[in-house]
T-cell receptor
Framework: KNEVEQSPQNLTAQEGEFITINCSYS?????LHWLQQHPGGGIVSLFM???GKKKHGRLIATINIQEKHSSLHITASHPRDSAVYIC???????????FGPGTSLSVIP | DAGVIQSPRHEVTEMGQEVTLRCKPI?????LFWYRQTMMRGLELLIY????????DSGMPEDRFSAKMPNASFSTLKIQPSEPRDSAVYFC???????????FGPGTRLTVT
C-alpha cells in the first residue's frame, strides 16, 4: 500500500463545475503540500498546511489530521485549471516529502 | 529573485555517455532536493542536501548516480554511464529552514538513446 494515495486518478469536468481531489496518507506528517503541474511545465506549490483550511483565490485546501485526509477544492473551474495536482506529505521529524501519484484534471470549455 | 535555475533544460545523449545536470538554488535556501519524474513512478526523491551536506541519498538508484553541492549556490547530479532507463525529467527544488514550502526549478528533460 502506498503511503500517499490520491483519488480520482483522472478527472474531467465542465467549465464552471466544483471540483474535489482527495488525498489520504498512512504516515505521521508534519505538513501536507498540494502541488500543481501543467502539461510540459514545471511544478508549483499551491498550499502547505498542517491543520484546518487554507484558501487562495478559487482554490481551497483542507486537512483532517485525525482522519489522515486532505482535499483540494476548485470552485468555478476553468480550462486553465487543467493540470496534474499532486499531494505530498512531509513526514514527522524528516525533511523529505513523499509524493502521491497525482490527479490529472481536464476542464472542458 | 530568478527562482531555482536548472540547466540544461533538455539533454539528449547516447547510452554510455556521462550526463551532468546543474542546479542553482534560490539565494538563502539551505535545503536542496533532486527529484526524478517518470510516467511509471511519478516523482521520486533522489537525494537532498542541507547546508551543502548530503543528508539522505537513499533514493539514488545505483552507483551510476552521484550528486554534489560544492557551495551554497550550485549543485550537480551526474549519471555515468547513462542508460535508456534513466530517461526522465529531473527536478531540483529548494527551501529555507523553518519554511516547508519547496520551490521547484523548471526541470531537465533527459533522453538517453
Amino acid at each position: 500500500k502506498n503511503e500517499v494515495e490520491q483519488s480520482p486518478q483522472n478527472l474531467t469536468a465542465q467549465e464552471g463545475e466544483f471540483i474535489t481531489i482527495n488525498c489520504s496518507y498512512s504516515v505521521g506528517i508534519s505538513a501536507l503540500h498540494w502541488l500543481q503541474q501543467h502539461p510540459g511545465g514545471g511544478i508549483v506549490s499551491l498550499f502547505m498546511l498542517s491543520s484546518g483550511k487554507k484558501k487562495h483565490g478559487r482554490l481551497i485546501a483542507t486537512i483532517n489530521i485525525q482522519e489522515k485526509h486532505s482535499s483540494l477544492h476548485i470552485t468555478a473551474s476553468h480550462p486553465r485549471d487543467s493540470a496534474v495536482y499532486i499531494c505530498a506529505v512531509g513526514r514527522t521529524s524528516y525533511d523529505k516529502v513523499i509524493f502521491g501519484p497525482g490527479t490529472s484534471l481536464s476542464v472542458i470549455p | 529573485d530568478a527562482g531555482v535555475i536548472q540547466s540544461p533544460r533538455h539533454e539528449v545523449t547516447e547510452m554510455g555517455q556521462e550526463v551532468t545536470l546543474r542546479c542553482k538554488p534560490i539565494s538563502g535556501h539551505d535545503y536542496l532536493f533532486w527529484y526524478r519524474q517518470t510516467m511509471m513512478r511519478g516523482l521520486e526523491l533522489l537525494i537532498y542536501f542541507n547546508n551543502n551536506v548530503p543528508i539522505d541519498d537513499s533514493g539514488m538508484p545505483e552507483d551510476r548516480f552521484s550528486a554534489k553541492m560544492p557551495n551554497a549556490s550550485f549543485s550537480t547530479l551526474k549519471i555515468q554511464p547513462s542508460e535508456p532507463r534513466d530517461s526522465a525529467v529531473y527536478f531540483c527544488a529548494t527551501r529555507r529552514t523553518g519554511v516547508g514550502e519547496q520551490y521547484f526549478g523548471p526541470g531537465t528533460r533527459l533522453t538517453v538513446t
